[in-house]
């Protein structure tokens, strides 16, 4: 008797878990229309601009976020804070091999590995981040609001050895590790 209810019991859980994958939903995000601006601070100013969103989805179980994923194309990284030979030697120099290395890790991507609602519309995120080959958890809060999630969050970019000019130098071309992103994710 016992073990024909445990096998039952083991049926239901299955088509329970089934029952609840099915009703799960990734929404793509829109990268045409999704935003992400950083900012990077030195000890005497700092430069912000723009990086493009190559690909993701966030997956919701009715309107609840359960999980997702977010990615970064590197090769689109620009400041906005500069014009003409100077811009273009930041652009250059933030995808040469002392800052991102974009040749050889071309993107940078976000896996979400726990989502816990915090209140109404927002979910306390750790998600996996790989920054030039270093994979490092990073916690955010991520709001969600009908078709859009936003997000502010610090990254300590030492921690994915991006090193150049750290806090550890000396002179006013010292650069923060910490930069921030302000990300606007449309589905």
Known sequence: MKSKMKKISLVIAF???AFVMIYAQTKKINVEKSTV???AYKVLGGHE??????EGGLTFKGSKLIAGSVSVDLNTI????????T????????????????????K??????????KSKG???????????????PVTFDLKVNKNKATSSLKIDRSLFGLTY????????????NEFDLNVVLVY
Do not use: C, Q, R
């Open 15 to 17: 088509l329970f878990g």
């Open 37 to 39: 601006n950083w900012k």
């Open 49 to 54: 601009g723009t990086v493009k969103i190559k």
């Open 78 to 85: 620009s400041a906005t804070d500069e014009e003409g030979e």
């Open 87 to 106: 811009k273009t030697k930041l652009d250059s120099h933030l995808k040469g091999d002392d800052f991102f290395d974009v040749a050889k890790f071309p």
């Open 108 to 117: 940078v991507s976000f896996v979400f590995k726990s989502v816990k609602a």
């Open 122 to 136: 927002i979910y306390t995120i750790t998600a996996d981040a790989t920054i030039k080959g270093v994979t490092k």
């Open 165 to 176: 000019g750290s806090d550890l130098s000396l002179g006013n071309k010292m650069i923060k």
